[in-house]
């Protein structure tokens, strides 16, 4: 049996918006959090020849930011920083404070050796077929909820242009954001009476740019239940602390289909097919959840609980109803013996599930938020280093890329996926509700005016860089990042911020692009998208992009 393990890594645009806490430090935790511990334990499989073909995903908005001269200055400092709090630490965290510095340093050294090149790290590894890299939409937008067909296509051909550009290569497989799907049908934004139309499914627009597979969760496919709601969330942390929900409580699905096969997903004859892999939710949540699986077990790292100043964890666990303030000391060695553990135990988790489904030629599929191993669970990264260990010394289970199960194994089986996402409830409620729909009413509303303005500003010189900035607003604008901070809880305030930022931005440059704006409103605009440009320096062809989304015209492939 198969076993395809999928990281997906995605940030908002933070870069140029602050430093603490949700501006570049948020992207520096990351990355030295996740990012770059991930690439040193993969780099170190490929060292002893043991096989771990993990399937990371970049954001192109992510991927951007990691290849920004900006990020490796910003990281820099930040490492100075960390290395300063460990100076700082009182006498009885001393010998923590040690286990942090030695972990700083040789991160830091890592980040050196590859010359501050994230994403070629990871591109090396792909090159020498350790790895396989997906694609993603431009900026996490939601793509079921986008008010314009243009608008989605612009979302998968900023995608795929800045995968070949920063990668190499063209992307295979596509992340859906937050695995949010919506059939062919009937659909019109919220309050627009009279606009309802039929628009295309999401697949439909993932074979038109290309892409031969992508993710779902298993409700979706009626292959089982929504794994869960989010609860007391912590920014950064977002997608990772979650429940199953209790079938007694309304939300089980009669389980009609094996998560453990991949389909074929049409909508209509004619329309092409593309692959879908299914999330397997029992091993998904023995690595998610905090409260049933691995990452809440007394001897890992806290998350929660921080010394101020310097921003250090010196904690464990303890308890899952342990005080902050009743926390015990952080042990590594202990949370090293319980990784190796945890490890030995998923391996055999796959291998009861590999009896169980009697057939070679099924695939366990769990897919993550990459920022879970290292940055949430600290141990992660640890915990996987192992588990491709044993997983080489057993025959029951065998780790592969999708590509390769795919080619090997291609799906017959014909499905039509259900709507929604793997958010709360499975649907579209963290990105849609009453909180959250003045969004969506001013994000519609520019998707019309940005969409009648382009042909006539793709054809002037003048005004094509002008409609590039606004492409690029409109696109940080549509992040889902900003519902799901709102929905969460977690400081609503910069989100609200943020969004309302890049829309004046993207409204302001519309305005320019209008008939009858004069000269010198023109030459204004221009001056402005200069400026943002420096601000929001992202995805440096999105005009091309726009011009082939307008037009409907597929990218030439690579």
């Not at 996490?140 to 900023?158: C, F, K, M, T």
């Not at 009279?194 to 999401?202: D, L, N, P, T």
């Not at 015990?328 to 055999?348: I, K, S, V, W």
Request: proline residues 6%; neutral net charge; hydrophobic residues 40%.
């Amino acid at each position: 049996m198969d076993f395809v393990l999928m990281l997906h890594s995605h940030l908002p645009y933070v870069l140029n918006h602050g430093r603490w806490p949700h501006g570049s430090d948020w992207l520096c935790e990351a990355a030295l959090d996740t990012y770059l511990p991930l690439l040193e334990q993969l780099r170190a499989l490929s060292a002893d020849g043991v096989a771990s073909p993990v399937m990371v995903g970049f954001t192109p908005v992510l991927a951007n930011q990691l290849n920004s001269p900006a990020f490796r200055q910003e990281l820099e400092a930040y490492c100075e920083q960390r290395l300063a709090a460990c100076a700082e630490a009182p006498a009885s965290l001393l010998h923590l404070a040690d286990f942090w510095r030695a972990r700083f340093q040789r991160l830091r050294a890592l980040f050196h050796a590859i010359d501050g090149d994230l994403t070629g790290a990871f591109r090396a590894l792909e090159d020498e077929g350790r790895i396989e890299i997906v694609g993603s939409a431009a900026t996490h937008g939601y793509l079921p909820l986008l008010g314009r067909d243009e608008s989605i296509r612009l979302q998968l051909a900023v995608g795929r242009d800045e995968h070949r550009r920063v990668f190499g290569r063209v992307p295979r497989g596509c992340w859906l954001p937050e695995c949010a799907y919506r059939p062919r049908g009937r659909w019109a934004p919220a309050g627009a009476e009279g606009r309802e139309r039929v628009r295309s499914g999401i697949e439909e627009h993932l074979v038109a740019w290309g892409f031969r597979y992508f993710f779902t969760d298993a409700h979706l496919a009626h292959a089982g239940t929504p794994l869960g709601t989010y609860t007391e969330v912590p920014l950064g942390a977002e997608r990772f602390d979650v429940e199953r929900q209790d079938p007694s409580h309304g939300i089980a699905m009669r389980v009609t289909r094996s998560p453990y096969t991949a389909y074929r997903v049409i909508s209509r004859p004619g329309a092409g097919a593309v692959a879908v892999l299914v999330r397997d939710p029992e091993s998904s949540m023995q690595v998610w959840s905090r409260h049933r699986g691995y990452p809440g077990d007394e001897w890992y790292l806290e998350f929660h609980k921080i010394r101020w100043p310097g921003g250090l964890k010196f904690w464990r666990v303890t308890g899952p109803t342990t005080d902050l303030g009743a926390k015990a000391p952080y042990q590594p060695q202990r949370a090293g013996e319980r990784a190796d553990l945890h490890a030995r135990h998923f391996t055999d988790l796959l291998g009861r599930l590999a009896t169980a489904a009697r057939s070679r030629d099924s695939v366990i599929v769990a897919p993550f938020d990459t920022e879970l191993f290292g940055h949430w669970w600290f141990e992660g990264v640890d915990f996987l280093g192992t588990l491709y260990r044993r997983l080489a010394g057993q025959q029951a289970v065998r780790p592969v890329t999708a590509s390769h199960h795919l080619e090997e194994q291609p799906p017959r089986q014909k499905m039509r996926l259900g709507s929604g996402s793997w958010g709360a409830n499975g649907d579209d409620s963290m990105w849609l509700n009453p909180g959250t729909a003045w969004m969506w009413q001013r994000l519609w509303a520019l998707e019309d005016a940005f969409w009648e303005a382009a042909p006539a500003a793709l054809r002037s010189e003048t005004t094509r860089p002008v409609l590039a900035q606004a492409a690029r607003e409109l696109l940080l604008a549509q992040a889902s990042d900003w519902q799901f901070i709102i929905s969460t809880g977690a400081v609503p305030d910069y989100a609200v911020r943020r969004f309302t930022l890049h829309c004046d931005d993207t409204a302001g440059l519309i305005d320019a692009l209008q008939p009858g704006a004069s000269d010198e409103e023109v030459a204004a605009a221009r001056r402005r998208a200069e400026e943002l440009g420096r601000r929001d320096d992202v995805f440096p062809n999105v005009v091309d992009s726009v011009e082939a989304a307008l037009l409907r015209r597929q990218p030439a492939r690579a």
